[in-house]
């Protein structure tokens, strides 16, 4: 009985249990909002991806992709206990803690040597995941307001009027607000991420060359806002028109746009081949 | 049935379960007794506090609704915003202060020229953290901005210390 179990266990491979891993640790961070969301307004929550952009949800699908069928090697026991521990986090009520789980996870499998390109470049993803979901909401709670006054300032360089801390003078002569939803960081954050998961997922293995490429999206996409935000602060009727209702699924689009294109050019031999 | 299957099989148990538990955890939270709001919870101190008429001051962005007091009357009348969300960065305080207003802020009971971001910051990780044990549905740690003209020279005299938002 005993022997027949072992062997049972040892048909399971180390990328069925680290994707079960993934799944269970992401579904759970992202549980509350996506209940949030789709019970606040289902339809509406699902055009604007249920509480998350839609670059989320493709960089998840794509960090599942990546860990299926990834190293089909028996998982061993050190594999189980990982495994243990990734469900019991999950299984707290608390989606940080999910959302840290799966950080440790992801350096984990970074940083074995056992582990496969492919189980590596799934690691990686699932790491800029976790930046996406808590540590850039964590380094938000702290520096925020610098952050935003970076992207005041710059705006007020950008329309030559002045600002001061997150606010920026209009050029209606009102003031403009620069909050943690505007900044430049929190959007960059989101199309840097799709930009790993379609670079991992075309070339696994990484190249020093990918840093530039990942420089320039965060580049383009600061630019793409603080364009954004120079058009809201030279009038109301302009603000209320960049603003708006649409604003929101216009710019998730734009980043999602910036990510796959960034991505395209940076894999584009891959692409051919 | 391969083992394969039995693993993915109980791997989607698992994660059902997971996710049942957080749904169900999240509709019996909210049938919990909520919290009196940092706004009343400040209206009520001003009442007490006995600074003269206090009114709300109304917004529309990003919602219709009350944002804050107005208190007292004549040249030094104030006005006090429970802080929102940390990104928010007291976008409503900014809002209605006057051109070249005093501003200050209340943490703890204390106040000060600066707001509390440290130190608040590390509060909300802590809430975050374990706001899902407390017996009420309790509200995000904030402090109060409060404004007044600048042709006070001090801010409003009050009793900052009993007040209690969090």
């Given at each position: 009985m005993t022997v027949s179990r072992t062997s049972d266990m040892s048909a399971v491979t180390r990328d069925q249990v680290y994707t079960a891993c993934i799944v269970a640790l992401i579904a759970n961070a992202i549980a509350k909002t996506v209940v949030a969301a789709a019970s606040t307004n289902l339809v509406g929550g699902l055009i604007g991806g249920l509480g998350f952009s839609w670059a989320f949800w493709l960089s998840f699908a794509l960090c599942v992709r990546l860990a299926i069928a990834s190293d089909p090697r028996p998982a061993g026991r050190p594999d189980w206990l990982i495994g243990a521990a990734c469900i019991l986090a999950a299984a707290t009520p608390i989606g940080e803690v999910s959302s840290a789980a799966a950080t440790g996870l992801g350096l984990w499998l970074t940083f074995?040597?056992?582990?496969s390109v492919r189980l590596k470049a799934a690691a990686m993803v699932l790491l800029a995941i976790t930046i996406n979901l808590l540590w850039g909401r964590l380094l938000m709670v702290f520096f925020v307001a610098q952050i935003a006054a970076v992207d005041a300032h710059l705006v007020a360089l950008i329309v030559h009027t002045s600002a001061q801390d997150n606010r920026v003078l209009m050029l209606d002569g009102r003031h403009m607000s620069i909050i943690q939803a505007c900044t430049s960081v929190e959007n960059a954050s989101i199309a840097l991420m799709m930009f790993v998961a379609i670079v991992r997922t075309f070339r696994p293995a990484p190249r020093p060359l990918e840093w530039l490429y990942l420089g320039a999206v965060f580049a383009f996409v600061v630019a793409l806002n603080d364009a954004r935000l120079s058009l809201m602060a030279r009038n109301m009727s302009m603000f209320e028109l960049v603003h708006g209702p649409a604003s929101w699924v216009a710019l998730n689009l734009i980043l999602t746009l910036a990510g796959l294109v960034g991505a395209t050019l940076c894999v584009r031999r891959e692409l051919l081949v | 049935m391969n083992s394969s299957s039995r693993f993915w099989l109980a791997a989607g148990a698992a994660l059902l379960v997971s996710l049942a538990s957080k749904v169900i955890l999240g509709v019996l939270r909210d049938r919990l007794p909520e919290a009196p709001s940092a706004n009343e919870k400040l209206r009520e101190f001003l009442i007490a506090s006995r600074v003269g008429p206090v009114a709300p001051v109304w917004a529309t962005r990003p919602a219709p609704g009350i944002v804050g007091w107005r208190f007292g009357s004549g040249v030094c009348a104030g006005q006090a915003f429970p802080s929102d969300l940390?990104?928010?960065?007291d976008f409503q305080a900014q809002t209605h202060a006057p051109d070249r207003a005093h501003v200050s802020y209340v943490y703890r009971g204390l106040v000060e020229r600066r707001p509390p971001k440290m130190r608040l910051a590390v509060d909300v990780i802590t809430f975050r953290l374990f706001s899902?044990?407390?017996p009420t549905r309790a509200h995000e740690p904030s402090y109060v901005v409060v404004v007044y003209a600048a042709s006070c020279s001090a801010s409003p005299s009050l009793r900052w210390d009993r007040l209690r938002l969090n």
């Open positions: 074995d040597r056992s582990s | 940390p990104g928010n960065l899902e044990f407390t």
